[in-house]
């Protein structure tokens, strides 16, 4: 059977992007169009033919629909499950600007979440779906974990305090996230974090190094995962052991090569990977890690026999700086998708008979208006300096179908200062141009239709 229309045709379009200044009523308007397949915003309910019946295909991530209505039905749906299905629901946990949505988009296949270098860009739970053969992941994308302390202190709202412990009584594993290449917090995860998983204790949970490209010193990451998990893995006391050095001669290895550890002895027959249970290796790149291995040592982290399980980190306990609870560690660099595809792996192995939660061709469990709204806040999140960003208002003014089809979206963006006015609007109105067509972008990729997106700069009255 043929692919559907629009797959064969995203897929060949060229991506164009256009953008006009005009001022209006004493705001400034910006109109941004990004072009993809020929897909109309009208809600299809009478639609016909395979790919209203079928979906696209499940190894390729399917598209948002961009009609509000028809991603409503969609959600309700009657799940397509195979006849031995299998789910999975996945928590990711971390302190904020730990990479949680990058990360999530990566699993995905196709961007859902916004993502930028600022601290709370994901200000409530989403849900993204992973659907491939007869197994489901449910990705519950969280807020980073934050003190009431510092949401009162910020003006932050209560989401970012409920959410991701609402997340963590729904899942059936929690992936811990931890920015490596942070200096001030790798060495210990958050308070929040260990109080969140010693409240949920009999949940299975994994460790995730994240942003290892950005870690200079490779070496330090077994002595992370060390500190990390307080020396205990699955059950096993861990130790790092050097290496003797490799030849010079030697073949060229990934940078990130057998990142994983220590696998479970069901899992390890199943993975791909050449370590044995109970032992992961780094490998360094001969060019990008040199510095590294003129050091004279490799090391690799190996269990050394079981031990009694550490109780749990008493709540206030600030003693505590790892979780000795872990059943896996991965290493990756979510950002550029190394290593995700094993992780994603090793997610779907773990999956347990049971229904689908969602039709397969569900991509994410927020609205069309939602995605929109977030992926506008990213862009001044990533180009509005410091507490600007936050103090902007997004207004929806119209969510339509232009002549030709494609979605056409016209918001109003409410700043309380002129400065703020100006920052916005940029020096011949730069900087809402950047913003509309990159956010025009995104949205043409995620609901895989033409878009065109008009901004709008006003101050509140």
């Not at 692919?3 to 897929?11: E, F, G, I, M």
């Not at 948002?64 to 299905?85: K, T």
């Not at 997610?347 to 506008?376: M, Y």
Request: hydrophobic letters at 40%; charged letters at 20%.
């Amino acid at each position: 059977m043929a692919a559907p229309s629009a797959v064969v045709l995203r897929a060949g379009a060229g991506r164009a992007l256009r953008g006009r200044l005009a001022g209006l009523s004493g705001s400034w308007l910006l109109e941004g169009r990004a072009r993809g397949a020929a897909c109309p915003a009208r809600c299809a309910a009478g639609r016909s033919g395979p790919h209203a019946i079928l979906g696209p295909p499940r190894e390729r991530p399917p598209p948002v629909p961009a009609c509000g209505a028809e991603q409503g039905r969609l959600l309700v749906q009657q799940p397509d499950q195979p006849d031995n299905p299998k789910v999975l629901r996945v928590a990711i946990v971390g302190a904020p600007n730990a990479g949680k949505s990058t990360l999530s988009n990566q699993l995905l296949g196709r961007k859902a979440f916004p993502v930028s270098k600022k601290v709370h860009t994901t200000r409530c739970s989403a849900h993204g779906v992973v659907t491939h053969e007869d197994t489901q992941l449910i990705i519950l994308d969280t807020p980073g974990l934050t003190s009431p302390q510092k949401a009162k202190r910020h003006n932050l709202e209560k989401s970012l305090i409920i959410d991701p412990w609402d997340s963590m009584k729904h899942a059936d594993l929690v992936v811990v996230l931890v920015d490596v290449s942070d200096h001030w917090t790798r060495n210990q995860l958050s308070p929040q974090v260990l109080k969140c998983l010693s409240r949920f204790l009999q949940i299975p949970s994994i460790l995730v190094l994240n942003k290892v490209d950005l870690l200079k010193k490779k070496h330090l990451l077994l002595d992370l995962v060390v500190q990390l998990t307080e020396g205990v893995v699955n059950g096993k006391k861990v130790a790092v052991k050097p290496l003797l050095k490799p030849h010079s001669h030697s073949t060229k290895s990934t940078p990130l090569q057998g990142a994983q550890a220590p696998l479970p002895e069901n899992a390890a027959k199943e993975s791909s990977c050449p370590q044995k249970a109970g032992q992961a290796q780094l490998g360094y790149d001969s060019d990008a890690d040199s510095a590294v291995r003129s050091s004279g040592l490799l090391h690799t982290l190996e269990g050394t026999g079981e031990v009694p399980m550490p109780s749990p980190p008493v709540p206030g306990d600030l003693k505590k700086k790892g979780w000795p609870h872990f059943r896996e560690i991965f290493m990756l660099a979510a950002l550029h998708a190394d290593e995700v595809e094993t992780l994603k792996r090793h997610l779907l192995l773990q999956a347990k008979p049971g229904p689908w939660e969602f039709h397969s061709r569900v991509l994410t469990s927020q609205s069309p208006q939602e995605i929109c709204d977030n992926i506008i806040r990213e862009k001044l999140l990533e180009y509005l300096p410091k507490e600007v960003p936050y103090s902007v208002l997004q207004k929806m003014e119209s969510w339509s179908e232009g002549p030709a089809g494609e979605l056409v979206i016209l918001q109003t963006l409410l700043v309380q200062k002129l400065t703020h006015k100006n920052m916005l609007i940029g020096m011949d109105g730069n900087m809402i141009s950047r913003i509309a067509k990159e956010a025009g972008n995104d949205l043409s990729d995620i609901f895989l239709c033409d878009v065109y997106l008009k901004l709008r700069v006003k101050l509140m009255n």
